[in-house]
């Protein structure tokens, strides 16, 4: 047996993944938890690493193909001038223990970072982050009028910028 790649349909993962479970089909998905703002308020989601792509354990030999094109969500099997191209498990493993020993969500911003204000007198003004604090603030650098600025903002009220 060896690790295929699968294509899902369009906003169809999730899906996907279910029904391959439920027929019985070893998968495996990474994800990352990230820092997100959504409607202006800060979030933190589970992300696919590879969005759009499964990885599947087959037996090229007696695997019914049929059954898994034909699986809600799933797209096509990838290949390469028309058989299907296996993943190595070292690949798989190193992977796995990558995004299994995560623990804390990937920082929406971190130092040294490009930023832009989004709202407020400073709106449009671009500016580098020095730090994020416990409480949801980050202190960033503005120039403004020639002269170096520290400033705090809500992550709301930032993007990256660029």
Known sequence: MK???????ANQQQRAEKNLCNQGFAIFSPSISVERIVRKKRVIRDEAVFPGYIFIRLDLEQ???????????VGKIVSFNGSPCSV????????????YTLEKPVALYKAGDKVQVTDGCFKDIEAIVKAVTPDERVIVLLHILHSPQTLAFPVTQLARAG
């Open 63 to 73: 695997s019914d193909w049929g059954a898994l094109s034909s699986t809600r969500g």
């Open 88 to 99: 190595s498990d070292d690949l798989i493993n190193a992977l796995r223990h990558q995004f």
């Open 3 to 9: 690790w295929y790649v699968i294509q899902s349909k």
